[in-house]
């Protein structure tokens, strides 16, 4: 344990040491992470990136949506980043924007806006990952993704110093970033400012009503990490789960959900291996009927067995 780098961390935020990872993400699983920071503002987010990085490794979790942590726990920083300041839209000249803490949840914001009146990301309302997190992966549903409303990110480097970068700037792609890709060195997405449009609220929270209804009737509810799989260019991934027969199959406490197959449960005490174990059975069913390499959407952060 870095004793300098707990001393600086405890400048900024208190510090936890072996905090149990399956406590902060949507899975339910994971060992614990050596350090352990939550930081509620953009300049704690930025001192507590660039401590971590000037003594190892560091790793920030929003909503813990998306991500699988190993059995083995994180070994290095792991910054929980609870920076969800969200500011009163504005006029840019060219319509509505609103700047967020990357913190904050991308439905969060959606369902907030709904109700003032603004409209534009309405469809993000079911997804509970967060904006800094929808950055880096370029989160979407429903057809829209992030960068179709991205104006730009505020970023800080390991160094410290801080730019803005635009949607374009940010490689944005299906389910990709430059962040994601490495173009772009090693940074923490700070806060994102997004374009709106003006709109009715009362029509807007209708449309989340019948978005919230759609999603109840498709999707699991449980301890899991959204979407497995990237969806192939030519059909949904779930269809390729289900022409693999694993639709409800299970590994020790872990399950292809029966009623989506491109979700995986935990049926409570599922390990990171259960888990992995799944996935890693797909794409091989897959890959040997259909030669499709079926790449994962869950990020996998720690050790595994």
Not at 91 to 105: D, I, K, M, Q, T
Not at 212 to 223: E, F, L, N, Y
Request: charged letters at 25%; hydrophobic letters at 40%; proline letters at 3%.
């Amino acid at each position: 344990m870095n004793d300098e780098l707990i001393t600086e961390l405890s400048r900024i935020a208190p510090v936890k040491r072996d905090e149990p990872m399956s406590r902060h993400v949507t899975f339910g699983v994971g060992g614990p992470a050596d350090l352990f920071v939550s930081v509620k503002s953009e300049e704690q987010l930025r001192e507590a990136f660039v401590s971590g990085k000037r003594h190892g490794a560091v790793y920030i979790f929003g909503s813990g949506s998306n991500v699988l942590v190993g059995d083995g726990g994180i070994r290095g920083l792991v910054i929980d980043n609870q920076h969800a300041e969200i500011g009163e839209p504005w006029e840019n000249g060219v319509g509505p924007r609103v700047s967020a803490g990357s913190g904050l949840s991308f439905a969060t914001l959606a369902r907030r806006m709904a109700s003032g009146g603004f409209g534009g990301v309405e469809w993000a309302c079911g997804i509970p990952g967060s904006l800094g997190g929808a950055v880096v992966s370029n989160a979407g549903a429903y057809g829209r993704s992030l960068g179709d409303v991205l104006i730009s990110a505020r970023l800080t480097n390991a160094e410290g110093a801080v730019s803005e970068l635009t949607a374009a700037e940010l490689e944005l792609d299906y389910r990709k970033s430059a962040l994601a890709t490495g173009t772009i060195g090693e940074s923490a997405v700070l806060s994102v400012d997004v374009r709106l449009q003006r709109g009715d609220a009362e029509a807007l929270k209708e449309t989340i009503r019948s978005f919230d209804k759609q999603r109840k009737s498709a999707q699991p509810t449980g301890q899991n990490c959204g979407s497995v799989f990237k969806n192939p260019p030519d059909k949904a991934a779930w269809e390729y789960v289900d022409g693999a027969g694993l639709r409800g199959h299970r590994i020790g406490n872990a399950q292809f959900s029966e009623q989506h197959s491109n979700f995986i449960l935990n049926l409570r005490g599922a390990t990171a291996k259960d888990i992995t174990s799944l996935i890693e059975l797909a794409q091989a069913r897959i890959r040997e009927q259909t030669g499709i390499e079926m790449t994962p959407e869950v990020a996998f952060v720690g050790e595994f067995e």
